[in-house]
């Protein structure tokens, strides 16, 4: 199935390596979490109480093993007095994709140099 998505170009090599990239900042993450966690002293037990779940549940979110939403990240990151803050950029696999699309799909009008415009009564 990878393939046809990669043959489509829905799935090309940029996109693959953002998105391995995004997996790896969410991963590090969770992973800074757990340490602001052990820093707090709670025990798993008053985290799943502040949270709202079982301890089971408490240990898989500091584990990893649950793919958080940012509201659970928040809520946790709350719950154990953790700063989070989330940087995001745009970057060329979004810009490239478009800029191909505006290539090859708008038709390119001729202009005088700059400086030199000219009007044209449409």
Known sequence: MGEMYR???VF??????L???NYEAQEWLVRELG???QMSRL??????????LEPTEAREWLDGEVDLTLTELRHLAN???AHVTYRVGALKTLYSDRLREVE???PWIATAPWGKAEYIDA
């Open 7 to 9: 043959a489509r170009g």
């Open 104 to 106: 090859s799909d708008a």
């Open 35 to 37: 340490k602001a966690f």
């Open 19 to 21: 998105a391995a990239s």
């Open 79 to 81: 719950a154990i007095d």
């Open 12 to 17: 090309d090599d940029e996109k693959i390596a």
């Open 43 to 52: 025990s798993v037990e008053e985290l799943a109480s502040e949270l709202e």
